[in-house]
C-alpha cells in the first residue's frame, strides 16, 4: 500500500510565521523600548547623584577645616564649583544646605544651625532627629558641619507621567570637625 503524502505548500507555513513573529514584534517593541530609555534615565539621574555628592564632600571638607567653618560662602562657592566642574549647570541648582551642629554624649544635638545659601524653602535631610539616629551612645562630643546639595534634574525623555519634571536630587556630606 503506497500512500500520497503531499506536504503543505512552503508559502502557506511561511506567511503564517511571518505574521505571529511581526505581530509578536509589535507588542514587545514598545516595552523593549520603555524598558531601554527608563535604564538610561536611571543612568543620568545615577551620575548627576555621584557630581552632587562629590560636591557636597568637597564642601564638607572645607567645612571641617579650621576657620573655614564658620565661612559660608567660601563653602557656598566651593561646592557650586565643584558642581559646574562636572558639567552641570548652577542655574538648576536649588540650594545649598550648611548644618553644624555639637554632638554631646552620643545622646543630644546642641548649637544646631542650618543655612540656607540660596533660600529655597526646601527642608534640609541633616535634622536633629537624623543626627542623633547617626550616633550612639557614649561616642565623644565632638562638632560636625554638613553640605547638603539640592538640584533640578531635566528628564532627558521627558516622561513626566512617571517622574516629576524636574526631578529634585539632593544629596549630603556630614563630617566631623578634628
Known amino acids: 500500500m503506497y500512500l500520497d503524502i503531499q506536504p503543505m505548500p512552503h508559502n502557506i507555513l511561511n506567511k503564517k510565521t511571518r505574521a505571529q513573529a511581526a505581530l509578536e514584534l509589535a ?3 514598545p516595552i523593549i523600548l520603555l524598558l531601554l530609555i527608563g535604564m538610561v534615565e536611571v543612568v543620568f539621574v545615577g551620575r548627576t547623584y555621584l557630581a552632587l ?3 557636597s564632600v568637597v ?8 576657620t573655614a567653618f564658620y565661612d559660608n560662602s567660601k563653602i557656598f562657592t566651593l561646592t557650586t564649583q565643584a ?3 562636572e558639567g552641570y549647570a548652577s542655574s538648576n541648582l536649588v540650594d545649598i544646605l550648611i548644618v553644624r551642629a555639637d554632638l554631646v554624649g ?3 544635638v546642641n548649637n544646631y544651625q542650618v543655612e540656607s545659601m540660596l ?6 535631610t541633616l535634622t536633629q532627629q537624623a543626627l542623633l539616629d547617626k550616633i550612639d551612645i557614649g561616642d565623644p562630643d ?3 558641619v554638613g553640605v547638603e546639595v539640592l538640584f533640578d534634574h531635566q528628564l532627558l ?4 507621567t512617571f517622574l516629576p519634571d524636574p526631578l529634585l536630587i539632593r544629596a549630603y556630606t556630614l563630617q566631623i570637625i578634628p
Not at 59 to 66: A, F, P, V, Y
Not at 119 to 124: E, K, T, V, Y
Open 27 to 29: 507588542f514587545s517593541l
Open 53 to 55: 555628592l562629590d560636591a
Open 59 to 66: 564642601g564638607s571638607r572645607l567645612g571641617s577645616k579650621g
Open 83 to 85: 558642581l559646574t566642574q
Open 106 to 108: 552620643g545622646a543630644t
Open 119 to 124: 533660600s529655597s524653602g526646601q527642608p534640609q
Open 142 to 144: 565632638t562638632s560636625v
Open 157 to 160: 525623555t521627558g516622561f513626566s
